[in-house]
C-alpha cells in the first residue's frame, strides 16, 4: 500500500476513534508495514492533525504502550467558536422572560457540539477522568461528545429514578435558577467508589445544579477533577462551585429594552493552551 | 504542500464535518492547488475512507455543488457491531425484573454510538430530512451522533414542558411498556411544518413511544421518513408502527433461568447497503 493512502487511513481510523490507545502492532499488519515506516507515517500524521488544529497524537512507550489520538482546538477556533456563539446567543428572539434563553437548537447542533467538545477534551484530557457526567438534558449531546472524545464511559444523572435504571441514589438540592428544590438521582451501577469524574453541563447560574452533582458524586467517593459548561452567566457573582470553565457568559439580559449581552470567556484560550 | 499532507488534511476535515458540503475552492484555496490536482486528491481520499469502511465522499457538480462526506459502515463492520452488542445485552446481570434491561451503558458508550449512529446515517442519508428527533433521554446520545453525521439538526422531545424550551405542544400517549399513559412535549420553535423527521430511539417494544413521536410531529404536519432503534423486541408481535429498524433485537428475558436471548437483525445488512 502507497504512503499516501496508508497515512490517510491512519488519519481517519485514528479520528474516528478519539482518545483509544492503538498498539502499534494494529497498524503494521494492517498496512504490512515496519514499524519504522510506521513511525514515519505517524509523524506525518501528526503534523496533519496539528495543521488542522484537530489535536495531536500521543505515543507512548514500552510495554502496554501505543499510539492514540488525543482531540483538540487551537485557539482561533476557539475565537471563532465564541464569536458565533456570541452571535447566536444575542439575538433577541431568544428571550424567554424571566431570564431565560432559548438554547436548545445551539445545544443540539452537531458541529457547535462537536467544536465545544474539542475544548473540554483538550482541556480535561490530563485529569485522570473515569467517567464524564452531565444532568439530563439539554447537557447531554456536549458531555456525549467530550467523553466520546476522551474515550470515557458517560454517565447521565437523571431528574427523576425510573425502573429502568436499576437501584438509584438521590439528592435533593436547591436551585437558584427555578428558585425550588429540586431532585437528581444516578444509578449505583453506573460508577464506582473511588473514582474521578468531569462534569460538562450546558448552563450554569448560581452552580446549585452543578454543586448538586458534586454532591451526588461525593455521596460515591467520586472526586470531580473539572466542570466545563457552554453557556456561564455573570450573576450572581457568588457562586456555589468554584474552578468552573464556560465558553461564553450571559453578561445580562436587558428584557425591558430587548438586549441580550454575552461575552467570550477571555480566559479560556490560556486555559487550554496554558 | 506535500500530496501525502493534503489528502490527510482533506481526510480529517471530511470526517470532522461529516455531510457538510464543501465547495470545492475552499480546497483549492487552502492548499493552494488547481482543480485538477484536487480531484485527484479527493479520488484518492475517498479510497481511503471506503478501503476503511467508513462511508464515501460525493461529489456534487454545478453551481451550489461541491463535496461532501457521508458516513457509512461495511458489512462486516455491522456483523461486529451486533456480535459486541449481543453478548452485551445478553449478560444476566442487566435483568432488572418486569422484562426490563439496563442499557444505560451502552445507549451511553461513545464508541458504540458512533458505531450504530454510522448505520443509520448510511441507512437514512437519502431520505431528505430536515431533522433527527428522539424523546429523552437514553436515546439522545445515539440521535445526537446520526444528527452530527447527516448535517442535521437534532430536536429532543422532552416528558414534561419546561419553561426554557419556550411554547411547547404536548400529548398523552399510552406507553405498553411502562402500562400508563405518558406525555411528551415539543417546542415549537424547534420545529417548521411541511418538514421530514427521521425518528431515532433507544429501544422499542411496542412502539406505543415511537407511535407517539409519530403523531406528534404530524401535528405540525411533519413526516417522519425514516424511525431506528437501537434495540428492538420480537414481543410483543403486534406493533404500533411499522417500517422501523433495529440493530438487535431482544428475543426472550427469561426471569426464571435467568436468560437473556438477544439475536441480530439480520435484514440489516441488506437494508443498508441495498
Do not use: W
Not at 119 to 129: E, N, P, S, V, W
Amino acid at each position: 500500500m502507497k504512503k499516501n493512502k496508508r497515512v490517510g487511513m491512519l488519519v481517519d481510523e485514528l479520528i474516528s476513534n478519539p482518545g483509544r490507545l492503538f498498539e502499534s502492532k494494529h497498524f503494521c499488519e494492517k498496512y504490512d508495514i515496519a514499524k519504522s515506516s510506521l513511525s514515519e507515517d505517524i509523524r506525518l500524521a501528526n503534523e496533519i492533525l496539528q495543521a488542522n488544529g484537530s489535536g495531536h497524537i500521543e505515543s507512548i512507550s514500552g510495554v502496554g504502550g501505543g499510539i492514540r489520538f488525543l482531540p483538540g482546538i487551537n485557539t482561533e477556533q476557539i475565537r471563532e467558536l465564541q464569536m458565533k456563539l456570541i452571535e447566536m446567543l444575542s439575538d433577541k428572539s431568544r428571550m424567554l422572560g424571566g431570564g431565560f434563553l432559548y438554547t436548545a437548537d445551539i445545544m443540539f447542533d452537531g458541529n457547535l457540539v462537536h467544536d465545544m467538545a474539542r475544548i473540554f477534551a483538550q482541556k480535561f484530557a490530563d485529569r485522570g477522568a473515569d467517567y464524564v457526567v452531565t444532568v439530563e438534558t439539554k447537557g447531554i449531546a456536549l458531555a456525549a461528545q467530550t467523553a466520546f472524545m476522551l474515550h470515557l464511559p458517560l454517565v447521565v444523572i437523571r431528574r427523576e429514578a425510573r425502573y429502568s435504571e436499576g437501584s438509584t441514589v438521590s439528592i435533593n438540592y436547591f436551585s437558584g435558577s427555578t428558585d425550588r428544590i429540586q431532585k437528581m438521582s444516578i444509578a449505583k451501577r453506573a460508577v464506582k467508589p473511588g473514582t474521578r469524574a468531569i462534569v460538562i453541563d450546558d448552563f450554569m447560574r448560581g452552580g446549585g445544579s452543578l454543586k448538586g452533582v458534586v454532591d451526588i458524586l461525593g455521596e460515591f467517593d467520586i472526586e470531580t477533577v473539572g466542570k466545563g459548561v457552554a453557556l456561564g452567566s455573570r450573576e450572581p457573582e457568588r457562586k456555589k462551585v468554584d474552578d468552573y470553565t464556560p465558553i461564553v457568559i450571559v453578561e445580562e439580559i436587558d428584557e425591558e429594552n430587548r438586549k441580550i449581552t454575552i461575552s467570550a470567556n477571555e480566559a479560556l484560550q490560556a486555559e487550554v493552551h496554558g
